[in-house]
């Protein structure tokens, strides 16, 4: 016993025995990088392979550190999508720019836990930044608070808390002290397009799903002013309104200079749901965007279009001490006028990753004119999958893009009167071309037909990879 402990104590020190799982992690990464081209893109690894390959029980005997990285890396061979290339379309999912990946390894080495400025200096110097440069780049008011969050998700989720606490404040309620049961109600107003995320937030919070009053929009995904105005008569003080900055069909925008002083005239909170779309405020197709900076608060992620590795959302709020009041655990309605915030101040989490580093190290690779260069580019290969495969023999394009994403439907020649046949015929031809390996596509019920999603969010596409992907869905339907 007193052997095998010392053996352990020398171990943790022995810089060799440290070094080679980090060694082994290296290389895997290496060959996993320039693999991509050649890779199938979708996973043809079965998950009952995966269990048998990856579970022999809880393990009682530990193994060597080196062998642990690398019985992971072959246990998990291709068992991954290929995300991090630049043939994924799927959802709406980015890659990892260089920089940013290198740093969520300093992240993992450093191990700061940045809850607050005393665990983590200089992450938390890190954090203060990037959160001003992010404003800075979407021209969100400079006065606003931040939090960086696990995703969009928890994004909406800060904002709405900062939401509930302003309304419910307003209506002399006290809801971080008092909690929901007796509140005043409250109700969120959003369009037919909005995302998921928006109902569990409502589900997290107390508000419920049945306090969610959906809107209609016109043919362009747009909730238009009067369906807004009808909606909010009289109950626009206990409301917050979602609006959408670029939904995952067709990258819609509400018209935000029209609704926003429509529902602040009538007392609403407004949110704005900017998971990918937010990012065009940069200066890339940013028209749509106008007016958006006068909204309460907004949700964006960086794990999207921004290219930093999973995961990382930014919540941005107008009114820092409505954000504080909701995410604090003291009670100090006061912002303080500390160089640099303790973070967990701000978010909903106690200890965290250091998320903001990935981001500030995109930021810096890119500069806004890569950025801009990112999203443009990124909106072009997007216009070009759509209308080139739209325009083979048997298909049509559903939706042609204006900004990364776009819609194509595949039809069946025999019958063409046929509204499900032409559905079964898209998701056939979406499951041949994710089967031959060359990209990955989703598919999507869009205005009551399928269709395949097209999202181009990775910065590795380039116009070879868009070649291979007309070809693979010119393959796939002739087949
Ligand atoms: C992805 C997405 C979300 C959810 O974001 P997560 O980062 O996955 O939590 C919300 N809204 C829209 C429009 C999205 O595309």
């Known amino acids: 016993m007193k052997q095998q402990e010392m053996k352990y104590a020398d171990s943790c020190y022995m810089v060799d025995h440290e070094l080679a799982p980090l060694d082994a992690a290296y290389r895997a990464s290496v060959a996993y990088l320039k693999g991509l081209s050649s890779a199938r893109v979708q996973s043809d690894v079965s ?11 809880v393990p009682e005997a530990g193994l060597d550190a080196a062998r642990v990285v690398d019985e992971l890396v072959g246990q998990t061979n291709g068992g991954h999508n290929g995300s991090t290339g630049g043939r994924f379309f799927g959802w709406v999912i980015g890659g990892g720019l260089p920089s940013a990946l290198a740093a969520d390894w300093l992240v993992s080495t450093w191990d700061q836990n940045a809850a607050a400025a005393a665990c983590g200096p200089a992450v938390a110097v890190i954090e203060e ?35 509930r606490h302003a309304l419910l404040g307003k209506a002399g309620w006290n809801v971080e002290e008092e909690g929901l ?18 109902e569990r937030a409502c589900q997290l919070l107390g508000i419920g799903r049945k306090a969610i009053k959906v809107m209609a929009t016109n043919a362009r995904g747009q909730v238009e002013a009067q369906t807004l105005a009808k909606i909010l008569e009289g109950q626009g003080a206990t409301t917050i309104v979602v609006l959408q900055a670029g939904d995952l069909n067709i990258g819609a925008f509400d018209r935000f200079r029209e609704l926003i002083p429509i529902a602040r005239e009538a007392g609403a909170w407004i949110h704005v749901d900017g998971a990918f779309g937010l990012w065009l405020r940069a200066g890339c197709r940013d ?6 900076d006068l909204a309460d608060s907004w949700a964006t992620d960086a794990h999207k279009w921004l290219n930093v590795p999973y995961d990382c959302g930014i919540a941005v709020i107008a009114d820092p001490a409505a954000h504080r009041a909701a995410t604090a655990t003291t009670a100090s309605y006061l912002v303080h006028a500390n160089q640099v915030r303790d973070q967990m101040d701000w978010t909903p989490e106690w200890s965290r ?23 443009e580019r990124t909106c072009r290969h997007a216009h070009a999958i759509v209308t080139r495969t739209g325009d083979l023999e048997g298909a049509e394009v559903v939706w042609e893009p204006t900004i990364n994403q776009g819609l194509v439907r595949f039809l069946d020649e025999t019958s063409p009167q046929c509204q499900e046949a032409h559905d079964r015929r898209t998701d056939q031809v979406i499951a041949a071309i994710n089967a031959s390996g060359e990209a990955l596509f989703t598919g999507t019920t869009w205005r009551g037909r399928r269709a395949m999603r097209v999202s181009v969010c990775n910065w590795r596409t380039n116009e070879a990879d868009v070649e291979r992907v007309v070809a693979a869905a010119r393959k796939a339907i002739a087949d």
Do not use: N
């Not at 392979?49 to 022999?56: E, I, K, V, W």
């Not at 006065?143 to 696990?150: C, E, I, R, V």
């Open 47 to 57: 998950l009952e392979t995966l269990f048998a390959a990856l579970d022999g029980g």
């Open 129 to 163: 930044i990037t959160g001003r440069w992010v404003k800075e780049l979407l021209r969100l008011p400079m006065g606003a608070s931040f939090a960086f969050t696990t995703g969009c998700q928890m994004a909406h989720v800060t904002c709405l808390m900062a939401a």
């Open 181 to 198: 049961i007796g509140a005043p109600s409250l109700r969120v107003v959003t369009s037919d397009q909005h995302h998921g995320s928006i």
């Open 287 to 292: 028209a749509a965007l106008d007016g958006v």
């Open 353 to 375: 990753r250091a998320r903001s580093v990935p981001v500030y190290a995109a930021l810096r690779q890119l500069g806004r004119a890569g950025l801009v260069d990112l999203l």
